[in-house]
């Protein structure tokens, strides 16, 4: 088979990228493996590519919602009848589009792990001749992953219900340990592991010691006078990107905004604007930059520290992804710290909680309708502005689906209660010794000063690297 030919018959591309070659090849002897692919590698080819040239239905896994209507408009302008599964379409189309799969009008298909528990998509599938299961983001599988998803640990199952179709699990970032949880909780504990490498050589990483939101827009403006070209700043938490936004207006420095408070129209304008210009400078959340390939990011801020070396790797991956050099740059506060600690422990609210939050939403349909989230945190008693328990509750209440998207002004609709069975999957006291360990490491890697700073993170993936990269702020300050 000449998986060449097959590529310029049927795609844009002249030639394959990275590993694509090698991993198309092990899909095409229908042999399972683990491809860690850095982000804008081109993993989609890996289940696009049989899609369009083999008989039978390729299902990818995937937890990014906001993503998949835009990957299934891709996989149809390459000429794939593709289409997805989530909580975000009605009910009428959910049904429409599984009637269509059950005849076989589509052989790509995006689904959040969640549907594989609703029996009417498995019935949807039966079927089916499943020739790929792709698992995108598969770290999400793994408890010791930055971004662990109960329901991701059940995969291994839901590729049981689907007669063990041949597997690929894609993800950008993974350690050792996560690797093989990974092909463990998939049952394919041997499957070959193939790495398109981690480096970035074109990347220097510079950590800043800064006190106080002030500082941080002295540094933000300072940074933006050295470097014109495309910039990025990473904000967690929304209000202060805010503050950071209304200073930088106040001082003149023209930017765009990208948050979850904007509305779906000023979030999408917001972003072709950044696409479509020159050097535009966007402060956003972390969620900005899932599915957008702007290639000549050339400085990248992060103004509050991440909670994992994972998050943080993969953020600083979109700048400079056309291979020249980029400058990315973490102001560290020692307050950030807290910040994520609290972040993590609002995250994983008490079951009774989950519970209460299920019950008022459902009891009192009127009253949440009127005033939302300000109508359930009064409810619950609490007054501090950073604790966003019930945001949290509404959120994973949805994952479980006993909560589904409506069009209601609060819009989630009551399902069905949580059970004892979601509780025990979810485990979150285990999640969030985990995840504070996750958080751990990445202080120590801000506040370590002994080693190169790349050579720290290829470390913690398992890739040992012996020069150092010569361009972070421990390079160049040892070169004096």
């Known amino acids: 088979m000449n998986l060449h030919e097959l590529l310029k018959r049927n795609f844009e591309f002249s030639s394959f990228r990275g590993e694509q070659e090698e991993i198309l090849r092990k899909v095409w002897a229908n042999e399972n493996l683990l491809a860690l692919m850095p982000t804008g590698m081109g993993k989609s080819l890996c289940f696009q590519f049989p899609a369009k040239i083999r008989d039978g239905l390729v299902i990818v896994i995937s937890p990014l919602i906001a993503l998949m209507q835009d990957q299934v408009l891709k996989a149809k302008d390459l000429g794939i009848s593709a289409t997805c599964l989530n909580s975000a379409i009605t009910r009428d189309e959910r049904e429409q589009r599984q009637e269509r799969l059950a005849r076989g009008d589509y052989k790509l298909l995006y689904v959040t792990p969640e549907r594989f528990r609703k ?97 941080k827009i002295r540094a933000i403006v300072a940074l933006r006078h050295q470097h014109s070209g495309t910039a990025i700043v990473y904000v967690s938490l929304i209000q202060t990107l805010k503050k950071i936004s209304s200073d930088l207006r106040r001082l003149g420095v023209q930017h765009l905004v990208y948050h979850g408070d904007l509305s779906p129209q000023d979030r999408k304008r917001n972003q072709k604007t950044f696409i479509s210009e020159e050097a535009p400078l966007m402060i956003a959340t972390p969620a900005f930059g899932l599915g957008i390939d702007k290639p000549n990011v050339r400085l990248l801020i992060h103004a509050e520290m991440p909670s994992t070396v994972e998050s943080y790797f993969q953020e600083v991956g979109r700048a400079g992804r056309d291979g020249l050099e980029s400058s990315c740059h973490l102001l ?26 299920y019950h008022l939403i459902d009891e009192n349909r009127l009253r949440v309708n009127q005033e939302k989230f300000d109508f359930l945190r009064e409810q619950m008693n609490f007054r501090n502005r950073r604790d966003f328990r019930v945001e949290a509750a509404v959120s994973i209440l949805e994952r479980w689906g006993c909560l589904n998207k409506s069009d209601d002004p609060f819009p989630f609709a009551c399902v069905h209660e949580p059970t004892d069975e979601q509780f025990a999957l979810e485990n979150g006291p285990q999640i969030l010794r985990a995840q504070n360990s996750k958080l751990l490491e990445m202080v120590r890697w801000s506040t370590q000063e002994v080693e190169c700073r790349m050579n720290y993170v290829y470390k913690y993936f398992g890739h040992e690297h012996e020069a150092p990269c010569g361009k972070c702020d421990w390079c160049v300050g040892n070169q004096k």
């Not at 109960?150 to 590729?159: I, L």
């Not at 504990?189 to 970035?200: L, Q, W």
């Open 119 to 215: 029996p009417e998509f498995l019935k949807a599938i039966e079927g089916r001749k499943i020739q790929l299961l792709a698992v995108d983001e598969a770290h999400c599988i793994s408890q010791w992953g930055h971004d662990f998803r109960p329901d991701y640990s059940r995969v291994g199952e839901f590729r049981e219900l689907l007669g063990n179709p041949p597997t690929i699990a894609l993800t950008a970032t993974a350690t050792p340990e996560v690797q093989k949880d990974i092909l463990k909780k998939l049952n394919i504990p041997d499957a070959e592991i193939i790495s398109a490498g981690i480096e970035r050589p074109n990347l220097s990483l510079n950590v800043h010691d800064v006190y106080g939101i002030d500082e």
């Open 332 to 357: 560290y506060d020692q307050d950030d710290v807290s910040i994520q600690m609290e972040f993590l422990k609002w995250s994983h609210p008490e079951p009774e909680f989950i519970r209460k939050v």
